[in-house]
């Protein structure tokens, strides 16, 4: 096998890491829990990415969601060109924002209104401050690994670089400002129970990830989601689905589409800006209606709806509504998971698949992943091996067991059962050599 050069890339992280802290910008970029240092990326077409060495893989992280048509889309490209060319941002109103909100509303219908925001962070907390404006009522409840940006209220028990770092929370957080965070575990319908019957009047929202993500991919139980909007509707709590992962990626409707249960508030992000900057939060017009300026909750940004990420967004959402696209996508995310569900028992390795649509994990573990605790019993060690691995054969995973990966149109029947061979080749090797 050859062995790939990684100069140029080390050369580079050396320098990043005395400039930038860790040398990232973002921590689910590092390579801490697999071993090793980054690859930095020059470029992406389709599919694959070339880093600074000249070495080629096939992308299975696709910058964490957002590139459903995987890299530099030729009609999403010409989108953002033509935008660029006639000036980025405004500061003002702009008709491409009235289309793109017109598009959310008509593809989700839980969602009367929207506003856009330029992060999933942003979404989020913009989405809790509004339900707290709303119910006036300061709890809010979150579930034990869910992801849902760095917002101070939501740092409590988060998955993705919190997970992966295994650290128990973020410093600078002060206790004050999650004292009214209340953490359950993900798919007991009980728990949210008890904890609504106890606290229901004080609860101003349950936030959640439809599907998890961001603990690597774990799938809502049947009943669980309805639990959650039964419960909701009860006590007067205002349901958020964090969809920043699903929406429009499990369907043109999202998570709530595929599963057949309605949020009160929908959090957007990373697809909807076809690999910008954007994220958007929406739902019952009563609800919006509260956002400054139509209302008391005050929510801002410079380059909010700015005309370069919404050009993308609009581009990339109507490339979305072309029929069969979510076939094609749930076809070849099954395609995947049943092969590296496969090549883990050729080798005699437990293994799990979650798996959705186009967002996948291969959980290392002889548990079935339901939660955050069942996801922690996987062997991080061993997905670090098979991670370096798959690397050096020109496959480009997440740096970390406890994430998902995500699969595009761009993606062929070819590359699917090229990574699949390689899994076996990767699983066979480390379980012969102990
Ligand atoms: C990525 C993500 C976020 C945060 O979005 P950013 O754009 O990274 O701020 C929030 N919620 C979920 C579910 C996510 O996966």
Same mark, same amino acid.
């Given at each position: 096998?050859?062995?790939?050069?990684?100069?140029?890339?080390?050369?580079?992280?050396?320098?990043?890491?005395?400039?930038?802290?860790?040398?990232?910008?973002?921590?689910?970029?590092?390579?801490?829990?697999?071993?090793?240092?980054?690859?930095?990326?020059?470029?992406?077409?389709?599919?694959?990415?070339?880093?600074?060495?000249?070495?080629?893989?096939?992308?299975?992280?696709?910058?964490?969601?957002?590139?459903?048509?995987?890299?530099?889309?030729?009609?999403?490209?010409?989108?953002?060109?033509?935008?660029?060319?006639?000036?980025?941002?405004?500061?003002?109103?702009?008709?491409?924002?009235?289309?793109?909100?017109?598009?959310?509303?008509?593809?989700?219908?839980?969602?009367?209104?929207?506003?856009?925001?330029?992060?999933?962070?942003?979404?989020?907390?913009?989405?809790?401050?509004?339900?707290?404006?709303?119910?006036?009522?300061?709890?809010?409840?979150?579930?034990?690994?869910?992801?849902?940006?760095?917002?101070?209220?939501?740092?409590?028990?988060?998955?993705?670089?919190?997970?992966?770092?295994?650290?128990?929370?973020?410093?600078?957080?002060?206790?004050?400002?999650?004292?009214?965070?209340?953490?359950?575990?993900?798919?007991?319908?009980?728990?949210?129970?008890?904890?609504?019957?106890?606290?229901?009047?004080?609860?101003?929202?349950?936030?959640?990830?439809?599907?998890?993500?961001?603990?690597?991919?774990?799938?809502?139980?049947?009943?669980?989601?309805?639990?959650?909007?039964?419960?909701?509707?009860?006590?007067?709590?205002?349901?958020?689905?964090?969809?920043?992962?699903?929406?429009?990626?499990?369907?043109?409707?999202?998570?709530?589409?595929?599963?057949?249960?309605?949020?009160?508030?929908?959090?957007?992000?990373?697809?909807?800006?076809?690999?910008?900057?954007?994220?958007?939060?929406?739902?019952?017009?009563?609800?919006?209606?509260?956002?400054?300026?139509?209302?008391?909750?005050?929510?801002?940004?410079?380059?909010?709806?700015?005309?370069?990420?919404?050009?993308?967004?609009?581009?990339?959402?109507?490339?979305?509504?072309?029929?069969?696209?979510?076939? /094609?996508?749930?076809?070849?995310?099954? !395609?995947? $998971?049943?092969?590296? @569900?496969?090549?883990?028992? *050729? =080798? #005699?390795?437990?293994?799990?698949?979650?798996?959705?649509?186009?967002?996948?994990?291969?959980?290392?573990?002889?548990?079935?992943?339901?939660?955050?605790?069942?996801?922690?019993?996987?062997?991080?060690?061993?997905?670090?091996?098979?991670?370096?691995?798959?690397?050096?054969?020109?496959?480009?995973?997440?740096?970390?067991?406890?994430?998902?990966?995500?699969?595009?149109?761009?993606?062929?029947? /070819?590359?699917?059962?090229?990574?699949? !061979?390689? $899994?076996?080749?990767? @699983?066979?090797?480390?379980? *012969? =050599? #102990?």
């Amino acid at each position: 096998m050859r062995e790939l050069d990684f100069t140029r890339s080390a050369a580079l992280f050396e320098k990043a890491r005395s400039l930038i802290p860790g040398g990232v910008n973002s921590p689910v970029r590092s390579f801490n829990s697999v071993g090793g240092q980054p690859v930095f990326v020059k470029r992406g077409r389709g599919a694959r990415i070339f880093d600074e060495d000249g070495n080629s893989y096939i992308d299975y992280v696709c910058s964490w969601g957002p590139l459903i048509f995987g890299h530099a889309h030729r009609r999403i490209v010409a989108a953002a060109k033509a935008a660029l060319e006639a000036g980025t941002t405004f500061g003002a109103c702009t008709a491409g924002e009235v289309t793109l909100a017109e598009m959310i509303v008509a593809a989700v219908p839980s969602v009367e209104m929207v506003r856009l925001v330029n992060s999933g962070t942003e979404a989020v907390m913009s989405a809790i401050r509004l339900a707290r404006g709303f119910t006036r009522r300061d709890k809010i409840i979150k579930f034990e690994g869910c992801y849902h940006g760095h917002s101070d209220s939501l740092l409590a028990k988060a998955g993705s670089g919190i997970a992966t770092l295994g650290m128990p929370d973020s410093a600078g957080v002060p206790p004050n400002l999650t004292v009214d965070t209340i953490t359950l575990p993900y798919n007991n319908p009980e728990a949210v129970r008890a904890t609504a019957a106890l606290h229901g009047k004080s609860i101003a929202c349950i936030v959640v990830e439809a599907v998890a993500g961001n603990m690597g991919v774990v799938l809502p139980k049947p009943g669980f989601l309805e639990t959650l909007r039964q419960v909701a509707s009860e006590h007067g709590i205002v349901l958020i689905f964090d969809e920043v992962i699903t929406g429009f990626r499990l369907s043109y409707g999202g998570a709530q589409e595929r599963f057949g249960v309605a949020a009160d508030l929908t959090t957007l992000g990373k697809i909807i800006g076809g690999g910008l900057p954007m994220g958007a939060y929406g739902g019952r017009r009563e609800i919006m209606e509260f956002v400054a300026p139509s209302g008391p909750v005050y929510q801002a940004g410079t380059l909010s709806g700015n005309p370069l990420a919404v050009a993308a967004g609009i581009e990339t959402l109507s490339m979305l509504k072309e029929p069969g696209i979510y076939d /094609k996508l749930e076809k070849k995310g099954a !395609a995947l $998971a049943d092969g590296l @569900l496969e090549a883990a028992a *050729a =080798a #005699g390795v437990a293994a799990q698949t979650g798996r959705v649509g186009s967002m996948f994990t291969l959980f290392f573990t002889e548990n079935e992943v339901t939660d955050y605790a069942s996801a922690r019993t996987s062997d991080a060690a061993r997905y670090a091996g098979f991670f370096r691995g798959m690397l050096e054969r020109g496959f480009y995973l997440a740096p970390s067991q406890f994430e998902a990966g995500f699969v595009s149109t761009a993606h062929s029947k /070819k590359d699917i059962a090229d990574t699949v !061979a390689a $899994a076996r080749a990767v @699983l066979g090797e480390t379980t *012969a =050599a #102990g």
